[in-house]
């Protein structure tokens, strides 16, 4: 009896694991296969995946609010309304002419854009460009405010940065 009640709670277990797993860690992880971002409650992600010299590419974009369903194959991007944010990230192979980028461990907004020596860096209002390299791939980072960037969606912006990964 006590083995027949183990194998059901077994059971019912992995059905519920089964069930949930999936649904729960694709609306909590956005991908292209080799790079990945977790994403809190609230936030969505798209990824338009491309070919760069027969290796996959692809453009990840994430936000704070719902997405339209093709928002990761939109030429030149979205503008997010007021209070909110989106972040691009272009993920490509490394070539000779990103590896003059800096090599990052941990992806973010660099606090003085000026003084970090190779980023590429434009400031239009509340947009933020740049390039950097991190685990063997070129990044290209957009970021681009709603409203007047302030610490508090400076710090969430790098916790959505900062949770970006290799896949393993």
């Known amino acids: ?31 292209d ?67 003059r980028f800096p090599s990052v461990t941990r992806v973010h907004i660099p606090h003085k854009l000026r003084s970090v020596p190779l980023f590429f860096h434009v400031r239009r209002g509340a947009r933020f460009l740049w390039h950097a390299r991190f685990k063997g791939r070129e990044l290209y980072l957009d970021v681009k405010f709603g409203s007047k960037r302030d610490a508090a969606t400076t710090a969430l912006t790098n916790r959505v940065l900062g949770s970006l990964r290799r896949q393993p």
């Open 33 to 99: 296969g080799i790079l990945r971002v977790l994403l809190s409650s609230g936030w969505t992600g798209a990824v338009a995946p491309g070919i760069q010299e027969n290796r996959s590419v692809a453009w990840i974009t994430v936000a704070d609010y719902r997405l339209p369903a093709n928002a990761a194959k939109m030429e030149g991007g979205l503008i997010p309304p007021p209070h909110k944010l989106v972040i691009g990230i272009g993920d490509f192979i490394t070539t000779s002419w990103s590896r």
């Open 1 to 31: 009896m006590t083995r027949n009640v183990a194998l059901l709670s077994a059971l019912a277990l992995s059905v519920f694991l089964l069930a949930a797993g999936p649904a729960a860690s694709r609306s909590r992880v956005v991908t």
